[in-house]
């Protein structure tokens, strides 16, 4: 298994309730030309965790940091619109669990490590409440 150091999070920056993995890895492969969805989980808008990558595989979701990390987006622009009740629910069950399998990760999203406003505003402050109760 890959050594992970971080666990980053991000959104599709589309909207919430008509985002769908497909669509997610149609993007990534015709606009990015990856062979498929960059990132290891993406969270649907009814909560729904999918898999992307094998957690194995390097992602595509943070130039420069993906051998070394693991990418879980959540469907939704959290910039414009909240995170659903079932998504935050998920997302910590999610995160509890990456965080317990990789005990030396410390959990971060893409606005920190880029010059971008990913995962948005209102979803921001959920992951600083996770990031606050597990320390990491």
């Known amino acids: 298994m890959r050594r992970i150091e971080k666990i980053v999070i991000h959104h599709t920056a589309s909207p919430q309730k008509t985002t769908t993995w497909e669509m997610v890895d149609k993007w990534h492969r015709e606009t990015n030309g990856w062979s498929m969805i960059g990132y290891h989980y993406l969270i649907l808008g009814d909560g729904l965790i999918t898999k992307g990558r094998e957690e194995a595989k390097i992602g595509a979701h943070l130039k420069g940091q993906n051998k070394y990390s693991i990418g879980v ?3 939704g622009n ?3 619109e909240q995170p659903t009740p079932n998504q935050l ?7 509890l669990d990456l965080l317990e399998r990789f ?7 893409h606005r920190r490590e880029a010059a971008t406003l ?7 402050p959920h992951v600083q409440a996770i990031k606050d109760k597990t320390h990491r």
Request: glycine share 4%.
């Open 89 to 95: 629910i998920s997302l910590e069950t999610l995160l």
């Open 78 to 80: 959290f910039e414009t």
């Open 118 to 124: 990913c995962p948005g505003k209102n979803l921001v």
């Open 103 to 109: 005990p030396n990760a410390e959990l971060t999203w």
């Open 73 to 75: 987006c959540v469907a």
